[in-house]
């Protein structure tokens, strides 16, 4: 198992194109919790994802009560501006399941209401409501790859980068919780 990424409802295409770039980037999971405030063939998600929507592995649920049928509650950590606790303590384990909330909303207060304990927040200065959410998977995703001893570098140096025009995400790596693949807890093999 590996760690992944959960956005509960996005709401902004260029948000989530960059969490699917640096969950290709990570070889991270993204799964997104419905509705989505886009079609995944947005312009814009297409966009900010770049060429590397095929490296991404996708699963997409129709709502929360699907996702928690699909992944065991232990796996979840939580992230919220409301958090209890900072994220340098969360305990990171190499199947961790990071859960954010979306961009407009944040964190659902059922969910920190009923998981307390498992709420982190990114220390930041008062003044600062909250950071982009693109940001915030970005912080804890590095840091939670660095707790758990991840190699990301094969030490070769890397190709010259694809130049034709980003097309839309590929449907073989693009999953749906309601035709689970019987894997188990929401993961999926390449």
């Given at each position: 198992m590996s760690l992944t990424v959960v956005v509960i409802e996005p709401q902004i295409p260029p948000n989530t194109g960059n969490i699917a770039r640096l969950c290709a980037a990570t070889d991270t999971s993204l799964q997104l919790i419905e509705p989505l405030g886009f079609s995944l063939d947005d312009d814009q998600l297409r966009r900010a994802g770049l060429d590397y929507w095929n490296e991404?592995?996708?699963?997409?649920?129709?709502?929360?009560?699907e996702f928690r049928a699909a992944v065991s509650r232990d796996r979840c950590?939580?992230?919220?501006?409301?958090?209890?606790q900072s994220y340098f303590l969360a305990p990171f384990s190499p199947n961790s399941v990071l859960?954010?909330?979306?961009?407009?909303?944040?964190?659902?207060?059922?969910?920190?209401?009923?998981?307390?304990?498992?709420v982190y927040r990114i220390p930041m200065r008062p003044a600062v409501r909250s950071l982009n959410l693109a940001t915030a998977v970005g912080i804890v995703l590095y840091e939670a790859l660095r707790r758990v001893g991840a190699q990301l570098e094969d030490r070769t140096p890397p190709t010259e980068a694809p130049t034709e025009r980003p097309g839309r995400p590929r449907r073989d790596r693009l999953h749906h919780s309601t035709h689970h693949s019987g894997r188990g807890e929401g993961q999926s093999e390449p």
């Open positions: 991404v592995d996708l699963w997409v649920h129709p709502s929360w009560r950590l939580y992230f919220s501006a409301h958090g209890g859960v954010f909330g979306n961009e407009t909303m944040g964190l659902p207060a059922r969910i920190r209401e009923k998981h307390p304990e498992r």
